[in-house]
């Protein structure tokens, strides 16, 4: 089976501080994603990444960075974490590239509060 | 973007069949027709996906209107497990775009 893990469940972080959120897949995936999910707007695409050292905006970039230095492994980065970033944060991958009929796997997600 | 719509929420008791509908109005030729599913407090789950043809696995059954601008995702026996958001996305490329979902509640 594929695993996708996630660094933390949960995460309490203060407002302006750097905060990192790693992902780790098991089954050499090309494609990483980063969402976030918020109540009734469902889940966004912040940034995926179809190879290492490759980023893609997804619809809200804004505020944050990724960084995917090795294949299995995409971080997501709040280069200064405000109290609009609490959300639950989903990390996905899928085989390969521009595969259309490709699933996504998901990671159980990390839920970040901002205070 | 193409842009999917779907019921807020629909309602089914146990052992019975459900029909969750999508319409894709805007799909284009080339986009793949995806549902995924989402339980409490876990990271959403594929369950089927199809281009044209009407397509079943172990989870679902995935039925196409022949134009492709409308499906639906059918679960033969629903289960108290089933229970939850089912999102239905249309994808073209590496990126997919997901809707508000359909959140399926289970009646015992």
């Known amino acids: 089976d594929v695993k996708v893990t996630q660094s933390s469940r949960y995460l309490v972080k203060r407002t302006g501080e750097k905060v990192f959120l790693e992902c780790v897949q098991d089954m050499d995936h090309e494609n990483m994603f980063w969402y976030r999910q918020d109540p009734g707007l469902g889940l966004r695409l912040i940034y995926f990444s179809y190879d290492v050292k490759m980023k893609e905006k997804g619809d809200i970039p804004e505020g944050y960075s990724v960084s995917r230095e090795k294949k299995e492994r995409f971080s997501l980065i709040l280069e200064s974490a405000s109290t609009n970033q609490t959300s639950m944060y989903l990390c996905?991958?899928?085989?390969?590239?521009?595969?259309?009929?490709?699933?996504?796997?998901f990671g159980p997600g990390t839920r970040l509060t901002v205070t | 973007d193409a842009k999917t719509t779907q019921p807020n929420s629909m309602e089914s008791n146990e052992e019975e069949p459900v029909h969750l509908p999508c319409n894709h109005s805007?799909?284009?030729?080339?986009?793949?027709i995806h549902w995924y599913r989402q339980l409490p407090s876990q990271g959403p789950e594929y369950v089927i996906h199809?281009?044209?043809s009407n397509v079943n696995n172990r989870m679902a059954s995935l039925a196409i209107a022949e134009d492709r601008k409308s499906s639906t995702l059918i679960l033969h026996r629903a289960t108290l497990r089933d229970a939850a958001v089912y999102y239905c996305?249309?994808?073209?490329?590496?990126?997919?775009?997901f809707g508000a979902g359909t959140r399926l509640t289970v009646k015992p």
């Open positions: 805007t799909i284009s030729g080339t986009d793949y």
């Open positions: 996905a991958s899928s085989l390969v590239q521009g595969l259309a009929g490709d699933e996504q796997y």
């Open positions: 199809g281009l044209t």
């Open positions: 996305i249309l994808r073209g490329n590496n990126d997919m775009r």
